[in-house]
């Protein structure tokens, strides 16, 4: 079974060496002078205002862990649709109870309004 | 796939009408949020009836997973009991602060599931997801409710500590299972007698389990998160946390320890008696120290959850879940007054907020009086019964010396919880206000309260039930 | 031979997953932390490859590195955290730290040092047939034997939901959101108000 991998394997590796060689290259061939102006962070001829990073919203952790939580449940759909013929019902009827338990929570979120923006 | 709706009616229908409550709140506007409140009290009415029609059958359902046992109805029907004592407890302390009572109500059912589900866990697999469900929701109320920065603490604090301890537990299960091959807990003891000579993958992944179960009980040294959680959160959460989950780890604990390892406990005794005996050393007499009275209260559950590793050490587990309910009983009762006082504004924090409560209200001073002598044991209430059944097992046991380290250890006791009686009765009160409770609270709470003295004066029938389990 | 590049690429991927882990607790800006744990997920996913797990493998990949990761790059870029204050304990209890972790490391050797490696049911890994279908044999096997464990799971992930919600979701207190049906709904005498004879004592002549 593994060996249907091999060419994955392959990718890989020469993503690799295609992502890291040109770091490599400029390291050792390009001329390297630095002094203090050179180092220096640049703001438009000022010196930097603030952190590049910003803060963010805590919606978006919110939209974050909720899409989280529905990937999970595909995770799940992937198995079952493949086996779902071979089991029958009792099957059917234990994704159905799996995906009523997160349409309630679909319902809860979406009354509550977490899903809006604005 | 063997199912049998009768015999998962209990978590069935308290899953189902979480999920209706759930969504039925959203449709209802403000002034009918105690319609969420009654709901929540009739299933868990419900759920504890049909708990309680299971006491003669024994099942094992669902490719294992599932077991419900008699131990396993004694369990849920106390944490649904406990439950309605809580939500009674709690609604007025709620609607006079605004809180969000719904997710309070709907988070603690999802708890009060997970409690379910751990205490029929028929294997680690379900074990496992038990805790989760029961520790997820709790983690969100600590957290929810934030009224200052001791709150945000108490919840980072309790979430971090619970996820390694979850950590730790599912290490231990995946030792376990990969050192046997097992997961039904049924299946298990086999396997383990198989092998000629003691296992030391399986030992190490036992290891791991304790210590995770011993994360849940709050036993020294895995207790960090207790006195912070007890402090920093709200009453009525503190209510929540100290009582029902500790039934349900006993559930855990038993099944683990009993279940699996009854035939070999020289296994995990030795983990057991030190974290007894650390719980009981350090619970005790950091007690002493404290000013704060839900921190107080949170070392007195650690010497508590000493007494009940104690009768596990003597392989009483009758005992042990003697100990666990008496102690849910109490705590309830006492943490139940906290939070029926803290009202107009007032929250109980300190022991000197209790000062000449006998002067403002004499009747929940009594109570109060009553659950605090139960706590330290004062016979004849059943604080006294449960220490004295523990003690005795440890005498049947052959380790006495455990037997007077115990009762050392409850004389300390005894003189913190006196302190609060004395600030009750002979201390000035700072500021005079009217305490009004109402009417059903006040008939639940007396109940609750004399019931742990009625309980140890007439202890035979639940220790009869007690003695039934194992 | 097929073994020794089994084990050539077993060493390969728990380098890998070693090296990230501990540059996850030695990299200075969180941000870079957070995408070392990146590597080391792949590098996991490429050891469960390795034992014929594909699905969990491709999933590991999917859920954690696709969706959670993103999530502690919120975290981390949300609480716009100076990782230096936090650094400053470190020193402090870095001797506590290596006792503990020693005391495990010590325990975990010793252990395996009295374990009877080939007595547990681990055995040699059987090489699959080609056709062999991973997702196929966990379906067979959620479905059926655990498929109580399996609900158990999705009532997890809807308390997560409401756990979520309840957390950082504070209500439309602060929004100025519009509402499309109540615009449209509005008639003339919701926006204007006609005032007939002002009198001369009136207070609107001021």
Redesign the interface.
């Given at each position: 079974?593994?060996?249907?991998?091999l060419p994955i394997?392959v990718f890989i590796a020469v993503g690799m060496v295609i992502g890291v060689a040109p770091i490599v290259l400029g390291k050792l061939l390009g001329p390297n002078k630095p002094n203090t102006a050179k180092l220096s962070p640049y703001e438009c001829g000022f010196e930097a205002f603030e952190?590049a990073?910003?803060?963010?919203?805590?919606?978006?952790?919110?939209v974050?862990?909720?899409?989280?939580?529905f990937?999970?449940?595909i995770?799940?759909l992937?198995?079952?649709a493949?086996?779902?013929q071979?089991?029958g019902w009792?099957?059917i009827f234990?994704?159905g109870?799996?995906l009523l338990?997160?349409t309630?929570?679909?319902?809860?979120?979406w009354?509550?309004?977490?899903l809006?923006w604005? | 796939m063997d199912f049998s709706l009768k015999a998962m009616l209990p978590e069935i229908f308290l899953a189902t009408m979480t999920c209706v409550i759930l969504v039925l709140d959203l449709y209802l506007s403000d002034r009918f949020r105690r319609v969420t409140y009654l709901l929540s009290q009739v299933t868990l009415v419900f759920a504890a009836v049909f708990a309680i029609a299971l006491w003669d059958n024994h099942f094992v359902l669902m490719g294992g997973h599932f077991v419900s046992d008699k131990l396993a109805v004694v369990l849920k029907t106390s944490v649904f009991i406990v439950g309605f004592c809580i939500f009674t407890y709690v609604y007025d302390y709620l609607r006079e602060r605004d809180i969000r009572i719904s997710e309070y109500y709907i988070l603690a059912l999802f708890s009060m599931l997970g409690m379910s589900i751990l205490i029929s866990a028929g294997s680690l697999l379900t074990l496992y997801l038990g805790l989760e469900l029961l520790s997820l929701p709790l983690y969100a109320m600590v957290a929810m409710i934030q009224r200052q920065n001791t709150a945000s603490e108490a919840a980072m604090k309790y979430f971090v500590m619970g996820a390694l301890a979850s950590g730790m537990l599912l290490f231990g299960i995946s030792l376990i299972y990969g050192s046997t091959g097992q997961i039904h807990l049924d299946a298990l003891p086999v396997a383990i007698n198989m092998a000629e000579q003691p296992d030391m993958l399986l030992l190490l992944g036992v290891v791991f389990v304790v210590i995770g179960i011993g994360f849940k009980f709050g036993a020294v040294p895995f207790h960090m998160w207790i006195p912070d959680v007890y402090q920093g959160s709200l009453s009525p959460i503190v209510l929540f946390v100290a009582t029902a989950p500790k039934i349900a780890a006993f559930g855990m604990l038993s099944r683990f320890l009993w279940d699996m390892f009854g035939a070999a406990p020289e296994t995990w005794q030795s983990f057991i008696l030190i974290m007894a005996v650390l719980s009981l050393l350090l619970g005790n007499i950091a007690a002493i120290a404290q000013t704060n009275i839900k921190r107080l209260l949170g070392y007195s559950t650690i010497g508590h959850v000493g007494f009940i590793f104690l009768a596990i050490y003597a392989g009483n587990f009758a005992a042990g879940a003697f100990y666990v309910l008496a102690y849910a009983l109490m705590t309830l009762a006492a943490f139940g007054i906290l939070v029926v006082l803290s009202q107009r504004g007032i929250e109980i924090e300190d022991i000197t907020d209790l000062a000449g409560l006998d002067k403002q209200h004499r009747w929940l001073a009594v109570m109060m009086l009553l659950v605090i002598f139960s706590l330290a044991g004062v016979p004849p209430s059943i604080g006294f019964y449960a220490k004295f059944v523990v003690l005795s097992a440890l005498v049947d046991a052959h380790v006495a010396y455990l037997a007077v380290f115990g009762l050392v250890m409850s004389a300390i006791a005894a003189f913190y919880y006196l302190r609060v009686v004395k600030v009750m009765y002979f201390d000035e009160p700072t500021q005079t206000r009217e305490i009004t409770i109402p009417h059903g609270t006040n008939v639940l709470l007396s109940i609750n309260t004399l019931a742990t003295w009625v309980l140890g004066i007439l202890p035979g029938g639940l220790m009869a039930i007690c003695l039934l389990l194992y | 031979m097929e073994i020794d590049w089994l084990k050539f690429f077993f060493y390969c991927y728990a380098a890998l997953a070693l090296f990230g882990a501990t540059m996850v607790i030695f990299s200075r800006n969180s941000v870079r932390a957070v995408l070392f744990l990146v590597l080391t997920f792949v590098a996991s996913a490429g050891l469960w490859m390795l034992l014929q797990a594909e699905f969990l493998a491709l999933i590991l990949i999917l859920v954690y590195v696709g969706a959670v990761m993103v999530l502690f790059l919120f975290v981390v870029m949300m609480l716009n955290m100076n990782l230096s204050p936090l650094k400053e304990g470190f020193v402090r209890y870095l001797p506590l730290g290596i006792l503990i972790a020693a005391t495990i490391v010590a325990q975990l050797v010793w252990v395996y040092k009295n374990t009877d490696m080939a007595a547990l049911h681990l055995g040699e890994l059987a090489q699959k047939p080609a056709d062999y279908s991973n997702i196929t044999e966990l379906g067979l096997a959620l479905y059926t034997d655990y498929l109580y464990p399996f609900e158990i799971a999705g009532v997890i992930l809807l308390v997560a939901i409401i756990a979520a919600i309840a957390l950082t979701f504070r209500g439309p207190q602060n929004r100025r959101s519009q509402n499309i049906a109540v615009q449209v709904a509005t008639r003339k005498d919701d926006r204007l108000r006609v005032i007939k004879d002002v009198g001369p004592d009136s207070d609107l002549k001021a």
């Open positions: 079974m593994l060996e249907n991998y394997v952190d990073r910003a803060q963010f919203d805590v919606r978006f952790y919110l974050a862990i909720l899409f989280i939580i990937d999970l449940e995770a799940f992937f198995p079952w493949v086996v779902f071979q089991l009792p099957a234990a994704m109870v799996f338990l997160l309630v929570g679909f319902i809860y979120e009354k509550k309004g977490a809006e604005e | - | -």
